[in-house]
């Protein structure tokens, strides 16, 4: 299913799956009680064809594609929601084994706006990730671009946001590889970056919210992440300058 411009797209990054793994139950099960109505049982064939799922969450179980589950999504083709994972072979920092990549989206309409980080939260907690994100797909793309590197993918970022390095320049894989609209840190992500600070997050820490396992979901600004908006580029700068350890920008 392609990217849509009016897309949440959520991807979470946690330790790989390993036998037995019950967290892609946790995942799903944790999206739909977060999203009020939704049933995530249905797939696409390869022709993009809904298929329906009568056995959904033994078929989750099972299906382990690429050490990670099976693609998932409602059955409103106007309003899509969707989620899957994959196994990524490369490390989230410098020595770190393989991880489990989850990837969903949301429509980028009232009630996914509203219930983004609800789900950010969900997935986040049902995968036990070290951090993710949940950011409108034209912002996600150019923060993509910030990711450089002299040799691998020389560039400039764009809008004058900070360039940010390679994940075997990050010395854990708590530490986020960058920001995004809506930000799920783990209680390990957040210590690492040094979250709460009373005295210079309080800005922050109005717009976030704990996690039942110590984490938190941190929003960057009130409505979702709009680039061409100068307020929001600012707060996406000011954030970067808060935490540089995030892309790996802090001095060693």
């Excluded at 999203?35 to 809904?50: A, F, I, N, Y």
């Excluded at 004058?160 to 609209?181: K, T």
């Excluded at 100068?230 to 700068?237: C, N, S, V, Y």
Aim: aromatic share 8%; glycine share 8%.
């Amino acid at each position: 299913m392609a990217v849509l411009p009016n897309e949440l797209g959520i991807i979470v990054y946690a330790p790989a799956l390993v036998d037995d793994d019950r967290r892609p139950l946790a995942i799903v099960h944790g999206m739909e009680g977060a999203l009020p109505g939704l049933r995530l049982e249905w797939t696409l064939s390869e022709k993009e064809v809904l298929l329906a799922l009568p056995r959904r969450d033994e078929w989750v179980v099972s299906d382990r594609a690429d050490n990670g589950f099976p693609f998932l999504c409602n059955d409103d083709e106007n309003r899509p929601v969707t989620i899957t994972g994959w196994e990524n072979p490369n490390g989230l920092a410098a020595g770190s084994p393989p991880h489990l990549e989850v990837h969903g989206s949301l429509h980028l309409d009232a009630a996914g706006i509203a219930a983004g980080a609800d789900v950010l939260a969900a997935i986040g907690e049902g995968a036990r990730a070290f951090w993710g994100r949940a950011t409108p797909s034209n912002a996600a793309v150019e923060i993509s671009q910030q990711t450089i590197d002299p040799v691998r993918k020389p560039g400039v970022p764009p809008r004058g946001l900070p360039a940010l390095r390679f994940p075997d320049y990050i010395r854990s894989p708590e530490i986020p590889h960058y920001l995004g609209w809506l930000n799920y840190w783990s209680a390990a992500a957040a210590q690492a970056l040094g979250f709460p600070d009373p005295t210079r997050d309080a800005e922050l820490l109005s717009r976030a919210r704990r996690t039942a396992s110590g984490g938190w979901v941190v929003q960057l600004t009130d409505a979702p992440l709009d680039l061409d908006n100068p307020a929001h580029l600012d707060t996406l700068k000011r954030t970067y300058e808060r935490f540089p350890e995030i892309g790996g920008r802090a001095a060693p």
